[in-house]
C-alpha cells in the first residue's frame, strides 16, 4: 500500500502511456499483413543463420509473441533488413501463423 500512496502523479501517466504502447504493439501485430510478411521473409537473408527448424524446435526461446517479434528486430538489426516497424511486425505475422501459432 506504502507504494501506491508513493506514486506520483506522472508516473502514473508513464505507467499508462506504456501500457497503451503495450496494447497498441500487440494488437497491431495480430493485424500484421501475413502476405507481405511472407514476402519480406522469403527475400531476406535470414537463412544465412538458421534454417527453418528453428522456429518448430521443441526447446525454443521464443516463448510468446511479444518474443517473437523481438527476435525478428533482434534478427533485422544483425542482418541491416532495414525494415520499417509495420513490416517487422508483417514478417512476425507471417512466422507466427506458419510456424509459433501463438494466441
Not at 493485424?31 to 518448430?56: I, M, P, R, W
Not at 508483417?90 to 506458419?98: I, Q, S
Amino acid at each position: 500500500m506504502k507504494f501506491i500512496k508513493t506514486l506520483t502523479k506522472n508516473s502514473i501517466l508513464g505507467l499508462a502511456g506504456l501500457l497503451i504502447s503495450v496494447a497498441a504493439s500487440t494488437s497491431a501485430m495480430a493485424a500484421g499483413n501475413e502476405a507481405n510478411g511472407k514476402k519480406l521473409f522469403t527475400g531476406s537473408k535470414c537463412d544465412q543463420c538458421h534454417g527453418t527448424e528453428v522456429y518448430t524446435r521443441k526447446d525454443r526461446k521464443v516463448t510468446s509473441l511479444a518474443k517473437l517479434e523481438a527476435q525478428v528486430r533482434r534478427c533485422d538489426s544483425n542482418l541491416n533488413t532495414n525494415w520499417f516497424d509495420d513490416e517487422i511486425i508483417d514478417v512476425t505475422a507471417h512466422l507466427n501463423k506458419n510456424y509459433y501459432k501463438f494466441k
